[in-house]
């Protein structure tokens, strides 16, 4: 057994992993898996920088989290940044104060590197599972990007596009500052119109059709999962490897882009940060199922977090 840490900062949270890895098995053992929003990417489409205020939220995430890893007695640490830091202009402030409170240097990586980390903490554990075709297509939406993987037991294609629930909410969905609620449908319209161009551009590299299985990552997709099940709280036992099918993930789509901030506040299983993105990022999964033909996805808790953890190990 090692025990690892892993990080993963990306554009709307901050995640921490500390595991016991046995690479025989192939299996983690968690210890302790935690989220913070710190919306890091506020700002950054239209500024092209990270906001003070951004980076002290991320920093105190980093400060707590840090206490965690020297508790559990980590062997192993291992940051990594994403959409957000490799668009900022002052990513150096980022970086130096990770480094200093960390002491481990942040790795600002690739979408490529980005999405297989992703493919690999989400099928690691799938094989033989439930009668589950391969190829599989894995779909990471994140806050300021999507990650886009096809492969089999190893990576076949990828691409990274910058489509995530944050970006697509800022660009589209706020006026005068605040986001709009609900939206109108010409800012619905134009926020689709943005996810069909990235499909388009994700297809010329990744052969999204021929998978046979969708298996959909992070926050929209989990919280999607947990309205889909109308969980009376976020709950990941219940929600990891959970199915929702396309007509159930329009339905929820509908709901949310005609819904006000009370309405989706008011949903007991929806963390409040993602309450004005939430519908953005419901948006994006369903464009998805839709031009790839699948009936239902395959929800994963695992993700680049353990990808990273597994990298270590």
């Given amino acids: 057994m090692t025990r690892v840490a892993a990080v993963d900062c990306g554009t709307n949270s901050i995640r921490l992993l500390v595991a016991d890895a046995d690479p025989e098995t192939g299996e983690l053992t968690d210890l302790d898996r935690r989220m ?60 130096r104060g ?10 600002v990586i690739s979408g490529d590197q980005e999405a297989e980390f992703s493919f690999t903490g989400a099928t690691r554990e799938l094989a033989g599972r439930d009668h589950l075709d391969k190829p599989y297509l894995v779909v990471d939406i994140g806050g300021g990007s999507t990650e886009f993987v096809v492969g089999d037991d190893h990576v076949r294609a990828a691409r990274s596009v910058d489509v995530g629930c944050v970006r ?11 986001v709009t609620d609900p ?53 990941s036992a219940v929600i990891h490897h959970s199915r929702v099918s396309h007509d159930r993930v329009r339905e929820i789509t509908d709901w949310l882009l005609a819904s006000t901030h009370a309405e989706r506040a008011a949903v007991p299983s929806l963390h409040p940060g993602r309450v004005d993105v939430i519908a953005a990022g419901a948006l994006t999964l369903l464009a998805i199922m839709e031009r790839t033909g699948a009936e239902e996805v395959v929800v994963s808790e695992h993700d680049i977090l353990d990808g990273i953890a597994w990298s270590i190990a």
């Fill in 183 to 235: 939206p109108t449908a010409e800012q619905v319209a134009a926020m689709r119109a943005d996810i069909e161009a990235a499909l388009d551009l994700a297809e010329r590299t990744v052969p999204l059709r021929e998978a046979r299985t969708l298996v959909g990552l992070a926050g929209s997709v989990t919280s999607v999962s947990a309205i889909a099940q109308e969980l009376p709280e976020y709950d």
């Fill in 98 to 107: 990770v480094l200093d409170i960390l002491g481990v240097e942040p790795e």
């Fill in 36 to 95: 913070t929003i710190v919306r890091l990417g506020q700002g950054v489409d239209r500024t092209g920088r990270l906001a003070p205020e951004a980076l002290e939220r991320t920093f105190a995430a980093c400060r707590e989290y840090a206490g965690i890893i020297k508790a559990h007695g980590a062997e192993r640490l291992r940051f990594v940044a994403t959409s957000a830091s490799r668009d900022a202009e002052n990513r150096d402030d980022f970086v």
């Fill in 168 to 178: 697509m909410t800022e660009r589209h969905l706020v006026r005068d500052g605040a």
